[in-house]
Nanobody
Framework: QVQLVESGGGLVQAGGSLRLSCAAS????????MGWYRQAPGKQRELVAA???????NHADSVKGRFTISRDNAKNTVDLQMNSLKPEDTAVYYC???????????????WGLGTQVTVSS
């Protein structure tokens, strides 16, 4: 099993910044993609940003130029630096990792419990 611990959410004024962190631990042979998703009330969960094991990133158009995803492969962590926050960024943010437990196991998705980000106008 793999555990994900998220931190860094909170309340911030529009224009402010927050940094989300997610640490993966447990039975891990390798981690493929890592990413952050968010879900606002009444809306579907959407991809915010993802990063491959090689460091290639993908950011949603709505956050390009404001958010930056990064990872530390040695620590099994993924961070999301969020700048110039807007009220429409308000959502629960979820960490997602794709893990292989052993060399012979298939890849498996794991999700964090989510951390609330609230941006006031």
């Amino acid at each position: 099993q793999v555990q994900l611990v998220e931190s860094g959410g909170g309340l911030v004024q529009a224009g402010g910044s927050l940094r989300l962190s997610c640490a993966a631990s447990g039975r891990i042979f390798s981690i493929d993609a890592m990413g952050w998703y968010r879900q606002a009330p009444g809306k579907q969960r959407e991809l915010v940003a993802a990063i491959s094991s090689g460091g290639r990133t993908n950011h949603a158009d709505s956050v390009k130029g404001r958010f930056t995803i990064s990872r530390d492969n040695a620590k099994n962590t993924v961070d999301l630096q969020m700048n110039s926050l807007k009220p429409e960024d308000t959502a629960v943010y979820y960490c997602n990792v794709v893990v292989r437990a052993t060399l012979f196991d298939p890849k498996k998705d794991y999700w964090g419990l989510g951390t609330q980000v609230t941006v006031s106008s």
